[in-house]
């Protein structure tokens, strides 16, 4: 159980084009789903945290006009790197959460986003 | 704030041999606390968590964690490791002031199994 499917696991795409990435509960309902950039051997960086049906909460430094995230659904939240440029590229990872103090996160598999 | 350390980036241990990773916590009130894995290029793996109750914590592939209050840790161990555990280990706290969730994430610590 508590499976976090995240699509694509892979992307590489020229400077200037946006870029979506899927994160999907399958198998229990994501009340609260989290988006982290991890760098080359390091910890995880968060960057929102989006609750279904509301506006994600960003974390400072975090340009949420460049990173739209829409949790439209209790399964499913969307990232969308806009007009991405080089330095955006990273490996990002999404997480979900049900409801309850003692849950853990569940994490996806990642998406290493390449922009030449 | 809540935070954790490990102070170790890596360890090192013989196939066979048991395998400690460290974890400390800074809390105000009760930790909840969280271990990870994490293989290259994919996401984190729930190994286990500590909430309240026993101390020692069982979880997932034989690993199990012992929550000291005394001395504020919550180090990951495993009686004989495999070489298919080599992977990078997060700890983490979850953030009391925040309700949805979140966690606190240590730096993570390389553990290499050698056959």
């Given at each position: 159980g508590a499976v976090v499917s995240q699509h694509p696991s892979w992307v590489i795409c020229k400077s200037g084009t946006s870029v979506k990435i899927e994160c999907r509960?399958?198998?229990?309902?994501?009340t609260t789903m989290f988006w982290y950039r991890q760098f080359p051997k390091q910890s995880l960086m968060l960057m929102a945290t989006s609750n279904e049906g509301s506006k994600a909460t960003y974390e400072q430094g975090v340009e949420k006009d460049k990173f739209l995230i829409n949790?439209?659904?209790?399964?499913l939240s969307t990232l969308t790197v806009t007009?991405?440029?080089?330095?955006?590229?990273s490996f990002y990872i999404c997480s979900a959460r049900t409801r309850g103090d003692n849950q853990p996160q569940h994490f996806g598999d990642g998406t290493r986003l390449s922009i030449l | 704030a809540q935070s954790v350390a490990q102070p170790e980036d890596q360890v090192n241990v013989a196939e066979g041999n048991p395998l400690t990773v460290k974890c400390t916590y800074s809390v105000s009130g009760n930790p909840y606390l969280f271990w990870y894995v994490q293989y290259p290029n994919r996401g984190l793996q729930f190994l286990l968590k500590y909430i309240?109750?026993?101390?020692l914590v069982k979880g997932s592939y034989g690993f199990e964690a012992e929550f000291n209050k005394s001395q504020t840790s919550f180090h990951l161990k495993k009686p004989s490791a495999l070489v298919s555990d080599s992977a990078l280990y997060f700890c983490a706290v979850r953030?009391?002031?925040?309700?949805?969730?979140k966690l606190q994430f240590g730096a993570g610590t390389q553990v290499v199994v050698t056959p």
């Open positions: 509960s399958l198998d229990f309902q994501a949790h439209a659904s209790l399964t007009s991405a440029h080089p330095e955006d590229s | 309240t109750g026993d101390n953030d009391l002031t925040d309700s949805w969730g």
